[in-house]
């Protein structure tokens, strides 16, 4: 997607209608590098082509794992590797990129890996990455920004994280899958995309126990095989376009979906007054009743996921009332709040607890300086009278997949545009 791109919405139409949840790129991201630890072919199937997709494509192609696309099937294969280097120009366009390190490490004994980049709001140490493979016998030297790991031997111990990292527990379960010791995890991450990465690794013949609790324990084998192998479902898109129904008091159902998933932001949902029915595979809301203003914490999974923190702060924005979001995972993740004020939102941030007093919105321009605030300043313009233009859409691309054709699947007035259309057209578009 070109860099000036632009959402133009005319908002003020709920949401009605069915919608398929797509694969989850927070999980396919570290599925593709778990390719890494076979020399056998790799399949995964239905992976959304969004851009840290294709950037963790563009990785793996590097060190020498062989790409094909058919459809959204991705084949992997990594027979010969040749580089165990994931340099700066690449790994800086994201975070998770960083992981690549525990795969590399346990294909080859060593690695090089410059440190992540990604989104710009907060910090976002690696140190308890570090950390965690030191304790399991790896040796870690930093030179020239580069982080190089190499272990002697088999890697074994105990990683005891002091706070659950989910990107640090699949870094380790990665290392340790393959020719190693005993590696125990403790304080673990327990997010469904932990269990969607050690279900995968079981299929290749790893054996790993406890993964979706906050004890993992992997004993390390000699040979992994390949695998044809279908992600989880997008808990935060799917999140994403209930919280935006929700916003227009629409109806929606989403399916291909696994509701256990996603309970805490149903949960939070129903307690604003939102009716949710949890079906096999599918949830439908109906927010066409009267809604209540609710206070919202963003919390380590089983919580409301922090990458849903954002859209739900814009949702809470349409209910009348006081409602008060924090954000326990990353208490700094508000770069949306300054936009939201911008269509109308009455919205107060004081030590990192996020005052909403909810009311109409307004269409205006606002711009996305992340994914989750794209999705956020989407379901405002959704909720708004009139029209709005979000820029800022290759940050939205990185976790959205088609978000306009998806949303005027949704039966909303959204199209993309390029800036310099958006601003020639906000006086006849979607009247």
């Known amino acids: 997607m070109p860099q000036d791109d632009v959402l133009l919405v005319r908002g003020g139409t709920p949401l009605i209608g069915e919608i398929a949840a797509y694969r989850a790129k927070n999980s396919a991201l570290y599925l593709m590098l778990a390719a890494l630890l076979t020399d056998e072919p790799v399949v995964l199937r239905d992976v959304p082509k969004l851009a840290d997709v294709l950037v963790s494509e563009e990785i793996l192609r590097h060190v020498g794992v062989a790409t094909r696309w058919e459809g959204h099937d991705l084949h992997l294969h990594a027979a010969n590797l040749v580089s165990h280097h994931a340099p ?6 994201m975070r998770a990129s960083f992981v690549i390190m525990g795969a590399l490490l346990g294909r080859t004994g060593e690695a090089r890996v410059s440190m992540p980049g990604g989104c ?67 304080n673990a991450a327990r997010e469904p995309e932990v269990p969607d990465l050690a279900d995968m690794l079981r299929a290749m013949g790893a054996d790993i126990e406890g993964a979706g609790t906050s004890t993992v324990r992997i004993r390390g084998v000699e040979r992994l095989r390949g695998v044809d192998y279908r992600p989880i479902a997008d808990r935060i898109e799917a999140g994403t376009y209930l919280l935006a129904a929700a916003a227009t008091r629409g109806r929606i159902t989403v399916t291909d979906v696994t509701p256990e998933h996603m309970s805490a932001v149903l949960d939070a949902l129903e307690r604003t007054g939102v009716v949710v029915t949890r079906g096999h595979g599918s949830v439908s809301i109906d927010a066409t009743g009267p ?68 009311g109409p919105l307004k269409g205006t321009a606002m711009h996305a300086a992340d994914i989750r605030a794209g999705g956020a300043l989407i379901v405002a313009a959704l909720a708004a009278e009139g029209l709005s233009e979000v820029s800022g859409m290759r940050y939205v691309d990185r976790g959205y997949e088609r978000v306009a054709e998806r949303l005027r699947e949704l039966g909303a007035r959204a199209e993309l545009a390029v800036a310099k259309q958006a601003a020639t057209s906000t006086g006849t578009y979607g009247s």
């Open 88 to 93: 700066y120009s690449l790994v800086s366009k």
């Open 120 to 186: 710009a709001f907060g910090p976002r140490p690696v140190d308890r990455h570090i950390a965690a493979f030191e304790a399991i016998g790896a040796t870690i030297q930093e030179e020239d920004g580069d982080f190089y790991a190499f272990r002697h031997g088999k890697l074994a111990g105990t990683v005891t994280f002091e706070a659950p990292t989910v990107g640090g527990t699949q870094n380790v379960i990665l290392a340790a899958a393959l020719s190693s010791g005993e590696v125990v995890i403790e």
């Open 291 to 358: 809604l209540r203003p609710i206070d919202v914490e963003a919390r380590e999974y089983p919580g409301v996921p922090t990458d849903l923190q954002a859209p739900f702060s814009a949702y809470l924005a349409t209910l009348p009332g006081l409602s008060h979001v924090r954000d326990h995972v990353y208490p700094d993740r508000f770069t949306h709040v300054d936009e939201l004020v911008r269509a109308g939102a009455r919205l107060v941030l004081e030590d990192q607890c996020l005052e909403i007093r909810g």
